[in-house]
């Protein structure tokens, strides 16, 4: 049973330019969404993340959108730069901490100069 | 503070050897986790462990086995190395309110 879908797979976008990677999961018990952001030959690290009581987060130029209905959550990057070029996965959870933590399949971002 | 720490970093197997990963966190975390990462495969659970003396299976169980030595500890055993466990491998772990913190890897190749 797949419980995390994560689209698009790679992604390319020119400098200056508007990323948008989705996060679709199952678990409704989910409450904790999470991006995170991987450089090559590097492990995974938290980009930014959103509890469900608010729609939107914002930390700089990266933006986390949540709509619970759907259960749905993405990730958009304004102003793209080339040192933005990386994995991203996303990774649904429970603030507990204590359940299987199953990412998604990951989305490779290009951002050309 | 070291966060996750994994041993080794590179390691080059025979089909058939043995061999253990080892991972510390010093984060005082419950649950600790092993991936593995193939191109275009994202991250794949091996096994995990939600707290000292527990261990489950993930997605690719197969060919693995762990140990929850304590809470700090949780280390990844192939018993006998196949091709197909050439791959990069990743502990984590992650404590109540947190985000999962990843170790550098582990590259290993079967040859």
């Known amino acids: 049973q797949q419980q995390v879908k994560q689209s698009p797979q790679s992604l390319i976008v020119q400098k200056g330019g508007i990323s948008i990677i989705n996060c679709a999961y199952e678990n409704t018990a989910f409450d904790y969404f999470p991006w995170y952001q991987q450089f090559p030959g590097k492990g995974p690290a938290l980009l930014i993340a959103i509890r469900p009581d608010v729609s939107e987060k914002k930390e700089g130029r990266f933006t986390i959108s949540f709509n619970k209905s759907a259960k749905q959550f993405s990730l958009h990057i304004m102003d793209s730069q080339p040192g933005d070029s990386a994995t991203y996965f996303c990774?649904?959870?429970?603030?507990?901490?204590?359940?299987?933590?199953?990412f998604g399949k990951g989305t490779k971002l290009t951002v050309n100069p | 503070n070291a966060g996750v720490t994994q041993t080794p970093k590179f390691q080059v197997l025979k089909t058939g050897q043995s061999m253990t990963l080892q991972c510390a966190q010093d984060?005082?975390?419950?649950?600790m986790y092993w991936y593995r990462q193939d191109p275009g495969m994202g991250l794949r659970l091996i096994y995990y462990s939600a707290s000292e003396g527990t261990t489950d299976k993930g997605e690719v169980p197969n060919g693995y086995n762990v140990s929850r030595l304590n809470k700090r500890e949780f280390s990844l055993r192939l018993e006998s190395a196949a091709p197909s466990q050439t791959s990069v491998y990743f502990c984590?772990?992650?404590?109540?309110?947190?985000?999962?913190?990843f170790g550098q890897g582990t590259r290993l190749t079967v040859v």
């Open positions: 984060m005082n975390h419950n649950s």
């Open positions: 990774a649904p959870a429970t603030q507990g901490g204590s359940e299987k933590l199953v």
């Open positions: 984590a772990s992650r404590g109540q309110l947190t985000e999962a913190f």
